[in-house]
């Protein structure tokens, strides 16, 4: 595109909703910038102190159109979020990480001049997807207990999130995997109640080690795959495609099973921000996959304990 | 043609183009300053779990999902004459007691048990341990066992 257009293009618009009214690259621009502030302000803290500090820098930035292109806001919500990691850095979980990053990429990309805004709004966002797949593969790859199959086997065996599927898809009977819970809860909390097992058998079957097998090998597959796309220094269409493509199917089965908000959202509104100036239609799938993690963040337990139910 | 012998004013440099139409911010900082950062703590992280046992999960190296550490716990006794008496974890030192299960080691130990036993009263002939634990899985046998990673003790300094 042409740089003269983007000039003017990518201005801050006038109208709280004018993200909504054009396909033209300020109203997408407005679009990903509005959702990554929702997305923050919802799913950005575990703290109410630090959730405080996002709503009040967020709201203003949701309904003020014109505060939100405002580069300082952006650092802002960037330092709560490092100081919100520095002092539980033990503990904090990836996706702020991620929503640090992806804050003080917004930030940069405002700083510099409208001319090259989008440009440099989608490298922060093809670097922060890249370099975060790439990292998550090296760490399935040089992981023993990832790389054997016991990571996937012990996640479908115990945990809640997954056993109305396991019943379902596997020969494992929804009140087995409920006993595994209550194994590990046993050998977690046990001595509580004076129980001290020191090692506890789960059921299990050869249909979950063959399902561990091929989540093992497919998440690294998928991971890696989107890691080396993103970071491809290219803008071929079919790398666009491709990279686009991953990221779509990532969010759209990833979160199905595990809603993570946060991180869901924030992958959907960097793959927004990497499709501002060409993709029309993958930038509309990334709104949609936004709604999706946010539709099973919401009715995902419900459905779930329906599934459980049946 | 007659040569121009004069004083020409420096050629301005490219990046110095490039500084001019972005705002005062250099155009490669912009695009690369959150990548140096995210490999920065992603290395460091990796390193502090190879070495000081930072769970992979946390640390922000995206290890999430690459280890069963999110299955880490411990264990905590209000240990006096009278015998062992075990402790749940109250909110008061959860926080404290979820950094020393992400990053195990004795002195963070003995600083969570000394915390416990601050809040927890009782006699002065009473003290606290903790531990913190790992968990192992044998595949042949669907078994799960666990592993002490550290220990800490509220009479230690």
């Keep these: 595109m042409d740089s003269t257009l983007k000039l003017s293009d990518t201005s801050a618009p006038s109208g709280l909703f004018a993200w909504l009214e054009a ?7 407005d679009g990903c910038l509005l959702l990554t502030l929702i997305d923050l302000m919802l799913w950005g803290s575990d703290y109410w102190y630090t959730r405080i500090g996002l709503f009040l820098l967020c709201a203003p930035g949701i309904v003020f159109p014109k505060l939100r292109y405002s580069p300082w806001l952006w650092v802002g919500i960037a330092a709560l979020f490092a100081h919100m990691i520095l002092i539980n850095w033990a503990w904090a979980d990836n996706h702020k990480y991620v929503m640090t990053y992806w804050s003080l990429g917004i930030a940069m990309s405002l700083f510099v001049g409208t001319s090259q805004r989008l440009v440099v709004l989608a490298t922060n966002a093809n670097m922060i997807l890249g370099l975060s797949m790439l ?19 012990i996640l479908f065996l115990t945990d809640r999130r997954f056993d109305g599927t396991m019943a379902m898809i596997t020969d494992l009977t929804f009140g ?20 001290n097992p020191e090692s506890q058998q789960l059921h299990s079957s050869a249909a979950v080690r063959r399902l561990a097998f091929i989540a093992t090998w497919w998440t690294v597959f998928i991971e890696g795959i989107k890691g080396l796309l993103f970071l491809i220094p290219s803008n071929s269409s079919t790398i666009f495609f491709l990279r686009n493509l991953s990221l779509i199917v990532f969010c759209f089965t990833t979160y199905v099973i595990a809603p993570v908000p946060g991180f869901g959202c924030t992958l959907a509104c960097m793959g927004m921000a990497t499709c501002i100036e060409r ?28 599934i459980v139910a049946r | 043609m007659k040569r121009d012998t004069g004083n020409k004013p420096p050629r301005p440099r490219e990046s110095d183009l490039e500084s001019s139409r972005t705002g005062g911010v250099s155009l490669q900082f912009a695009k690369y300053l959150v990548a140096a950062v995210l490999c920065v703590v992603a290395i460091a992280q990796n390193i502090q779990a190879h070495t000081i046992g930072l769970t992979s999960w946390k640390g922000g190296g995206f290890g999430l999902f690459a280890s069963h550490d999110q299955l880490r716990f411990s264990k905590i006794y ?15 030192f959860r926080r404290v007691l979820m950094d020393f299960v992400a990053c195990p080691s004795e002195p963070t130990g003995n600083f969570v048990a000394r915390q416990i036993r601050q809040s927890a009263g009782g006699d002065r002939d009473t003290w606290v341990v903790v531990a913190a634990f790992d968990i192992d899985y044998d595949i042949p046998t669907s078994t799960l066992s666990c592993n002490v990673l550290a220990t800490g003790d509220s009479r230690n300094p």
């Design chain 1, 135 to 153: 990292f998550a593969t090296i760490w399935k790859l040089i992981s023993p207990e990832y790389t054997s199959g016991a990571f996937f086997e």
């Design chain 2, 78 to 92: 209000l240990v006096s004459p009278q015998g062992l008496k075990p402790l749940g974890a109250t909110n008061r």
């Design chain 1, 23 to 29: 396909n033209t690259p300020a109203a997408k621009l």
């Design chain 1, 176 to 195: 087995q995997l409920q006993e595994n819970q209550a194994r590990v809860r046993l050998l977690r909390e046990g001595y509580l109640d004076w129980i």
């Design chain 1, 279 to 306: 993709g029309e239609w993958w930038y509309r799938l990334y709104q949609v996959a936004y709604l999706n993690v946010v539709f099973w963040t919401i009715a995902g337990e419900p459905i779930r304990e329906m």
